[in-house]
DNA sequence: GGAGCGATGTCCT
DNA sequence: GGACATCGCTCCG
């Protein structure tokens, strides 16, 4: 059972465009049941604040939303379409709003595990495990209840990113998936030619 | 394999 | 009351 050197809060310190494109290749990991649930990530998103459109901080720091403002390396989970949970975390100095919303990620170990909270019955299809932010949340357990506002950057928050040494050879961008506003903006980044990225 | 659509809770105007 | 950083199902080819 492999450990890495976890990502430190000075990864997290730069704008999320920059912060993003950094995160591909990290491995997530979440512990679970005395397991670790990891993940390569391989697809993220970049919101900014203030001046993002498409971004929960445009209108400004609200109770949902604060963790976004707060310092760099929190988790920002919140709830979507009645069903789903979202995993961001936050980026940028105390105060200025910024996080990378993490979309697919590429199951390494535990895959049965995942699968059993995905409530798939195998795991004969993996991309069915990881590929896309609701399903990386139920397959990793992540909720907003027991996650939102943790500190990412602690292996003692049961859920952090390592660096394994993995650097992707080509990173393509795109423009952000399932927003309206300021739709056209290429701030979805994804490892080139990997299958756990999302439709 | 792709377009269309319903489910469903929370946030903010 | 409307919108929503989604998913999985149906129906069609």
């Given at each position: 059972?492999?450990?890495?050197?976890?990502?430190?809060?000075?990864?997290?310190?730069?704008?999320?465009?920059?912060?993003?494109?950094?995160?591909?290749?990290?491995?997530?990991?979440?512990?679970?049941?005395?397991?670790?649930?990891?993940?390569?990530?391989?697809?993220?998103?970049?919101?900014?604040?203030?001046?993002?459109?498409?971004?929960?901080?445009?209108?400004?720091?609200?109770?949902?939303?604060?963790?976004?403002?707060?310092?760099?390396?929190?988790?920002?989970?919140?709830?979507?379409?009645?069903?789903?949970?979202?995993?961001?975390?936050?980026?940028?100095?105390?105060?200025?709003?910024?996080?990378?919303?993490?979309?697919?990620?590429?199951?390494?170990?535990?895959?049965?595990?995942?699968?059993?909270?995905?409530?798939?019955?195998?795991?004969?299809?993996?991309?069915?495990?990881?590929?896309?932010?609701?399903?990386?949340?139920?397959?990793?357990?992540?909720?907003?209840?027991?996650?939102?506002?943790?500190?990412?950057?602690?292996?003692?928050?049961?859920?952090?990113?390592?660096?394994?040494?993995?650097?992707?050879?080509?990173?393509?961008?795109?423009?952000?998936?399932?927003?309206?506003?300021a739709a056209e903006r290429p701030l979805?980044?994804?490892?080139?030619?990997?299958?756990?990225?999302?439709?």
């Amino acid at each position: 059972m492999a450990k890495f050197p976890v990502l430190p809060r000075e990864f997290y310190l730069d704008p999320p465009d920059i912060v993003a494109q950094r995160l591909l290749g990290k491995v997530l990991v979440r512990r679970y049941e005395g397991k670790r649930l990891t993940g390569r990530i391989v697809e993220v998103e970049a919101y900014f604040g203030l001046e993002d459109p498409a971004a929960h901080t445009f209108a400004g720091k609200t109770e949902r939303n604060q963790v976004l403002f707060g310092p760099p390396g929190f988790a920002y989970v919140y709830f979507i379409y009645g069903m789903h949970f979202c995993l961001n975390i936050s980026c940028e100095p105390e105060g200025q709003a910024g996080g990378v919303l993490l979309r697919a990620l590429e199951p390494l170990v535990e895959l049965r595990t995942m699968a059993r909270l995905r409530g798939l019955a195998s795991t004969a299809n993996p991309r069915l495990l990881t590929s896309g932010p609701g399903r990386l949340c139920q397959a990793l357990d992540i909720e907003r209840e027991t996650h939102n506002g943790i500190d990412v950057t602690s292996r003692r928050s049961g859920l952090h990113v390592e660096d394994d040494g993995f650097a992707p050879l080509a990173i393509v961008a795109s423009p952000r998936i399932g927003i309206r506003k300021a739709a056209e903006r290429p701030l979805r980044f994804a490892i080139a030619g990997n299958r756990f990225v999302s439709k």
